[in-house]
């Protein structure tokens, strides 16, 4: 409300149009963590409302294109790309011993991941991932106050890495557990767990050099199905696997040679494959980066730049 009306009402009283480019599905499901003000703010309403007024509309994918278009004729999808010119999003991998799995969805997307918790813990119980494998969770800030560090209150992604580790309890390394619980420095690269930090979001392709199968999973909703496959192209770029269930928006991308697939086995039964067959890990890393390059930011730019022009004399 503080951001939508004001700058379309400033654009209208200087006579002037504007576009909107969209990204996301305006309407939330109730889980979500941001619902309560959306409702509070009638964000619905004022998208829609922007949507109608626009000289014209840019999506992500087609499935969101078609929910704009009930409101504005005027819709044009350019895919989210990455600028692989970028050192960031270049491949620059740490090394490691260990096959190093890593989950970078944020803690709007805790419904999603609820589903792999269970199959997480299995894993984390198994011997030979506790040997060769390894969990890495990103977007973590150190809490404020005494309260949290005692775990009395805990921000989303707290609340993600307990259900992963069952409190810290599948931490066999009880020094090591002790550390995450007080939030205390520990060398932890060649820990079965790795906490990381948040980073600048124009340093976040770095947290990819950590891992090497990136693990990301959205339930079939209609939400979710008006998200873009972006998670498959920083994993492309970056050269790492990912392993994702295959549904839209990542079926955009995703195929059974380019990635592993959520919905044939569980994230268990695949971390410990792939802990045995590490060969597919790079031969599906290299397939994917392959099929990601159509999404250079370069390219997509040149599409946007037709778009614009072929609206400046309107």
Wanted: net charge positive.
């Amino acid at each position: 409300r503080n951001v939508l009306k004001p700058a379309r009402d400033l654009v209208k009283s200087e006579g002037k149009e504007y576009a909107l480019d969209l990204d996301d599905y305006w309407i939330l499901p109730g889980y979500h963590i941001l619902h309560g003000y959306y409702q509070a703010n009638d964000i619905k309403s004022l998208t829609e409302d922007s949507i109608r007024e626009a000289k014209f509309i840019i999506c992500s994918t087609p499935i969101l294109a078609e929910k704009a278009k009930e409101f504005n004729e005027n819709v044009h999808v350019i895919e989210n790309g990455v600028d692989f010119n970028d050192p960031t999003w270049q491949p620059n991998k740490t090394e490691s011993n260990r096959l190093r799995f890593g989950f970078t969805q944020s803690g709007s997307h805790y419904e999603d991941m609820k589903v792999m918790f269970k199959s997480i813990r299995r894993a984390l119980t198994n011997p030979l991932f506790q040997s060769h494998g390894q969990l890495v969770a990103c977007g973590f800030e150190k809490p404020k106050t005494p309260k949290a560090l005692e775990w009395k209150e805990t921000n989303v992604s707290q609340a993600i890495e307990l259900e992963m580790t069952n409190g810290f309890q599948l931490i066999q390394n009880k020094v090591y557990a002790s550390c995450l619980y007080k939030w205390a420095e520990y060398n932890d690269r060649n820990e079965v767990y790795r906490r990381m930090a948040s980073t600048p979001v124009l340093e976040f392709g770095n947290v990819y050099n950590e891992f090497d199968v990136s693990v990301t999973y959205l339930k079939d909703k209609v939400f979710n199905s008006c998200k873009s496959e972006l998670k498959l192209l920083e994993a492309g770029a970056k050269g790492c696997a990912i392993m994702c269930n295959h549904i839209k928006p990542y079926t955009y991308v995703a195929n059974d040679k380019n990635s592993f697939d959520l919905n044939r086995k569980t994230f268990n039964e695949w971390s410990i494959y792939l802990i045995k067959n590490t060969n597919l890990v790079k031969d599906s890393a290299s397939q994917l980066r392959e099929d990601v390059q159509g999404y250079d930011l370069k390219k997509l730019s040149v599409k946007r730049n037709q778009i614009y022009q072929q609206y400046k004399n309107k």
